[in-house]
Nanobody, 127 residues
Framework: QLQLVESGGGLVQPGGSLRLSCAVS????????IAWFRQAPGKEREGIAC????????YYTNPVKGRFTVSRDNAKSPVYLQMNGLKPEDTAVYYC????????????????????WGKGTLVTVSS
């Protein structure tokens, strides 16, 4: 059964760090890309980071560039989102999603048109 499960969310003070994990299972071949999205209360979902597996290249949108890092160790390992310098505006439900359709990175991050999604993990940044 194809499954993505996010974990690692929680409450953190401004300026703090969290590492989210996205555990993947049930896939018989490697995905083309995996991306992190988030949805803040009352706002639309937005793409924030994307990892392309062919060359392990990572892409970020401006709100998180320089603060967040997406990575994985190998095709069967979880995918991580290291978040540093967290701000109250980072408060959101964070989702990971996989692309098996070779969509361009820009399409992934701007449309959120992905093949599989996790159920999300809540990150709250507050003092």
């Amino acid at each position: 059964q194809l499954q993505l499960v996010e974990s690692g969310g929680g409450l953190v003070q401004p300026g703090g760090s969290l590492r989210l994990s996205c555990a993947v299972s049930g896939f018989t071949r490697d995905y083309h890309a995996i991306a992190w999205f988030r949805q803040a209360p009352g706002k639309e979902r937005e793409g924030i980071a994307c990892l392309v597996t062919a060359d392990n290249s990572a892409y970020y949108t401006n709100p998180v560039k320089g603060r967040f890092t997406v990575s994985r160790d190998n095709a069967k390992s979880p995918v991580y989102l290291q978040m540093n310098g967290l701000k109250p505006e980072d408060t959101a439900v964070y989702y990971c999603a996989e692309d098996f359709s070779d969509r361009p990175t820009e399409v992934i991050l701007t449309t959120g048109n992905m093949d599989y999604w996790g159920k999300g993990t809540l990150v709250t940044v507050s003092s």
